[in-house]
Every structure is written in structure tokens, then in C-alpha cells.
């Protein structure tokens, strides 16, 4: 399922599937749960992700194969982790096709409203003097 740009929802479940192995780059371990997706056909390398969130969640952006084993229960990588304060920005590390999953595992919250939206890559602006 394709999600625009800007998207807003609302993330009730807090229910889990089974355990899985998982590596955050940069380290802790996490289960896969339910969780709402947002998908890209195509982001560009430096483009920013803002997830504006009215609670914690975690945030977990994967390439297409990573996301697959995601959803598999196998062992995967991503970028993210918790979000405790919103804003919450994700840089895309290189361009190509990307998810992100949205979910509230290991958190005793409810009913966590959010939205996402996608900035740009900032160009640099070679200056003459």
C-alpha cells in the first residue's frame, strides 16, 4: 500500500507477534509487532523524514529487503529507534524505494496519533565572492 506524502493515523494496537531478531544500526534489539506502514516508490538520499507524534513510538525506516525480513520474523537492519519527543527526523541514507513502520511495542501508550512528511534534500549553494 502506497502512502502520500503527508499522512496522518491514529496507532491503537499494541498487541505482538512473536519475537524476532533484529539489529538497529547502531545497536539495541527490538521484536516485530503490528505496526502501520508508510511506503515510498522513491526517495532521494539526504531527504528527511519528519514524524510528528503525540506520544512515544518507535520508528523504523528499512529498505525494501530489510523490510521484507521484517515482515518475515527474520533478523533485519534499520534506521530510527524509540521517538520520545516530536519532531522526530530520519535522514534517508541513500536513495531507492523505503518503508517505514510505525509501532508501539515494549511501550505502555495508547491511541498514539501521527503524521509524516517528507522534506527535500537540501542542496549546497556554492557562494561566489
Given amino acids: 500500500m502506497v502512502r ?3 499522512l496522518e493515523e491514529t496507532l491503537a494496537s499494541t498487541s505482538e507477534r512473536p519475537a524476532t531478531a533484529c539489529r538497529e544500526i ?9 505496526f502501520t506502514e508508510y511506503q515510498w516508490d522513491f526517495l532521494e538520499r539526504g531527504s528527511v523524514l519528519l514524524v510528528t507524534l503525540s506520544g512515544p513510538a518507535n520508528l523504523r525506516l528499512m529498505d525494501p529487503e530489510n523490510f521484507a525480513a521484517f515482515q518475515d520474523g ?3 537492519d534499520f534506521h530510527g529507534g524509540m521517538a520520545r519527543k516530536a ?13 517505514l ?5 515494549g511501550l505502555s501508550v495508547r491511541g498514539v496519533r501521527h503524521a509524516v512528511s517528507v522534506e527535500p534534500p537540501q542542496k549546497l549553494v556554492e557562494r561566489r565572492s
Fill in 101 to 105: 513502520a510505525i509501532d508501539l511495542t
Fill in 74 to 76: 527474520a533478523e533485519y
Fill in 87 to 99: 519532531p522526530y527526523r530520519l535522514k534517508v541514507p541513500q536513495s531507492g524505494p523505503w518503508f
Fill in 26 to 34: 547502531g545497536g539495541s534489539t527490538v521484536t516485530a509487532p503490528d
Fill in 4 to 6: 502520500t506524502p503527508f
